[in-house]
């Protein structure tokens, strides 16, 4: 097979105040036609600086030598003339957050027609239609003809993903690149989109330069793969032997740090002794909560769901998009409407209570959202941010809150150098870290975490649920954890909640559900999720798609 993509001895590098620093260090590899290659590594590893710097949006700054070429072309270098002559037409690019990347305000079919034409400038409008059309089939989108007059917001986030995918594939290029595609995905979903790519792949013979920290999807679908650390290429290899004999003390760190499901701690474990029944901190009984109005319909967004979290107990909350849990987590602090039910959390019924009694009761529940660098203040410090708590509701002293903040970063890993810095100076991993502090820092009952840690690098995530798990070991509080990751749940969690439609489809231990679910949703949300050996995972994808067609 011919090479589609070649990268010899790349280097780039930025001036960050008077000193040069090497974003990506003599990186080479190949891709070749048809293959797919996964390009891992942690964040700053140079991964997606290697797939900019190949698509020629290097940010501002960035100095690059050695050799890119696409086939027989070298593109280190070129002209912003050559890289539109190429971009699209031999190598294409789909991004991670697919709401981001899509223009809001403008249809699919607008988009995916702005695409074809860019492919093919002498189209007219049937032709442009159909080839839209056509697209959209190939990506599997449902009904593609009704879907070409939708907006962006209109589609789930796999659908807006498959968009991206088709608009991607609109001039037939060689070489696909796609940057983190399935992160913010739930498994099923990411289980389609992954499926897609396969099929494209082989219907098309279309190359895939895949840049991913998921270990489960590298195994489910990468021919290759490359490691990257610190800007350097420390392993190559097939999947199978990367998987099976790391070479690389990096990449046997990496595999190591990957959740697996069979893992699981229960609280008897974890403290020593079997509590009959820990009081409830949070107990949601037969909730419902609707959107909408007369005009344009109600939506039961949750469907009588009845659960409860107990002191010292981490209870995961798990399901598709769409499938009530974040929905359940705002109303626990009263930032959704409850229809009827209620969420009683530590003695207060939020359904009924006044605004002043709701706003002691959120004394008592720390938050930590799914992207910290939007939930922290990008004005404020790390220490104004751990701080802000401890002065605006418990009303400290100047001098109990410096000692207070400097313990909460000691907690979470951080030491007092971080204390002047801002969030834009600190990494996924290290703002989670911050936002964990500013959760605990008024000794929470309740911690409800949404998301904690799906878009972090898998050693990254590792680091963060380990100080999850000893402050809340240390500290006690009940926890509602929020997530789509089946193995993340059964690493940390003593019982998960599976939602589905709005409903409760099961409930128990993990031990119990993730072991022997039985429920078809929860067998199917299993089945989905990818593991990080190539051989189980081709046997687990077999038996999933089995199923699918029986």
């Known amino acids: 097979m011919s090479d589609v993509l070649t990268v010899e001895h790349l280097t780039v590098t930025f001036d960050v105040d008077g000193d040069e620093v090497r974003a990506v260090d003599d990186a080479s590899f190949t891709v070749a036609a048809g293959e797919v290659v996964a390009v891992v590594g942690e964040s700053g590893s140079g991964k997606s600086m290697t797939a900019m710097t190949a698509m020629g949006i290097a940010p501002d700054g960035a100095r690059a030598s050695g050799s890119i070429r696409l086939g027989d072309l070298e593109v280190l270098g070129a002209d912003e003339r050559t890289f539109r002559a190429v971009r699209g037409r031999r190598v294409s690019m789909i991004f991670q957050d697919p709401s981001a990347a899509l223009n809001p305000v403008f249809t699919v079919g607008f988009q995916l027609a702005e695409a074809v034409r860019r492919a093919d400038a002498a189209a007219d409008r049937p032709t442009v239609r159909e080839r839209s059309v056509e697209l959209l089939r190939a990506v599997e989108v449902p009904e593609p003809e009704r879907r070409l007059g939708q907006y962006p917001h209109e589609l789930s986030g796999g659908q807006c993903q498959r968009v991206m995918i088709a608009m991607a594939l609109a001039a037939d290029p060689d070489l696909l690149i796609a940057d983190e595609p399935t992160t913010a995905l739930d498994v099923t979903v990411q289980a389609e989109v992954l499926d897609v790519l396969r099929a494209l792949r082989e219907r098309t013979g279309t190359a895939i330069l895949l840049i991913t920290h998921d270990m489960g999807v590298v195994a489910d679908i990468a021919d290759r793969v490359v490691v990257m650390r610190r800007g350097r290429v420390v392993e190559t290899g097939t999947a199978g032997a990367v998987f099976a004999a790391p070479a690389a003390d990096y990449t046997r760190e990496l595999l190591a740090a990957v959740p697996r499901m069979g893992t699981s701690v229960g609280l008897e474990e974890r403290v020593g002794s079997a509590p009959e029944a820990p009081s409830a901190v949070l107990d949601v009984r037969h909730l419902v909560v609707e959107y909408g109005g007369a005009l344009r319909g109600r939506f039961r967004a949750v469907d009588d769901v009845s659960f409860s979290v107990g002191r010292g107990e981490i209870v995961g909350l798990v399901g598709e998009s769409g499938s009530g849990k974040t929905t359940i987590g705002r109303a626990a602090i009263g930032l959704a409407p409850i229809t009827s039910g209620s969420i009683v959390v530590e003695g207060t019924d939020v359904a009924v209570a006044r605004r002043a009694a709701r706003r002691e009761m959120r004394r008592h529940v720390g938050v930590v959202f799914q992207n910290p660098l939007r939930s922290l203040n990008p004005r404020y410090t790390v220490g104004q941010t751990v701080a802000e708590p401890l002065r605006q509701i418990l009303r400290l002293p100047a001098a109990e809150v410096e000692s207070r903040v400097e313990r909460l970063l000691d907690d979470v890993g951080l030491d007092g150098g971080f204390r002047e810095r801002y969030p834009h100076e600190l990494s996924g991993g290290q703002r989670q870290r911050v936002a964990i502090a500013r959760a605990v820092a008024l000794d929470p009952a309740l911690l409800i975490a949404d998301e904690p840690t799906s878009a972090l690098d898998v050693s990254v995530q590792a680091r963060v649920l380990d100080v999850f798990r000893e402050l809340q070991e240390r500290l006690g509080f009940a926890c509602l954890f929020v997530t789509h990751d089946l193995a993340v749940v059964d690493t940390l969690c003593d019982r998960v909640v599976?939602?589905?439609?709005?409903?409760?489809?099961?409930?128990?231990?993990?031990?119990?559900?993730?072991?022997?679910?039985?429920?078809?949703?929860?067998?199917?949300?299993?089945?989905?999720?990818?593991?990080?050996?190539?051989?189980?995972?081709?046997?687990?994808?077999?038996?999933r798609l089995a199923s699918l067609s029986s």
């Open 498 to 543: 599976v939602l589905h439609g709005g409903r409760v489809v099961e409930e128990g231990t993990c031990d119990a559900i993730l072991r022997d679910p039985q429920d078809p949703y929860t067998r199917r949300l299993i089945q989905a999720a990818p593991v990080p050996d190539p051989v189980e995972q081709a046997e687990r994808r077999t038996a």
